[in-house]
């Protein structure tokens, strides 16, 4: 009998926070049917601030990337045989650069 109370009671109680808490929980929808707009003019400072400095990271990873990428189509392997390390960086460097200045040279002969 003093198990059926003790559930019966706590099944009383989480009725009443489930109560308790689902208007709270609507009330913070926004009243517009846009929310994607609603969110972005919620906005503070910090988190604005936060979401430019994520896209300058997210651009530097990109020219990063890209660079790596120019270098190893050019013959560089930062996996590979590391006994002429900065020469093998400097030649791809080179290659990449001259084939850089070859390709606006070839494009603009059309």
């Known amino acids: 009998m003093v198990q059926f109370r003790a559930v019966s009671a706590a099944l009383v109680a989480s009725l009443a926070l489930m109560l308790i808490e689902a208007p709270v929980a609507m009330a913070q929808q926004p009243a517009g049917g846009d929310q994607a707009s609603a969110s972005v003019s919620a906005s503070t400072p910090k988190q604005v601030a936060k979401a430019q400095r994520k896209a300058e990271r997210k651009a530097r990873r990109e020219k990063k990337n890209a660079e ?5 189509k050019n013959g560089y392997r930062e996996s590979g045989n590391q006994d002429n390390y900065p020469q093998n960086l400097q030649n791809a460097e080179s290659k990449a650069a001259a084939s850089k200045q070859a390709a606006p040279a070839s494009g603009s002969g059309q």
């Open 68 to 72: 790596l990428k120019a270098l190893e």
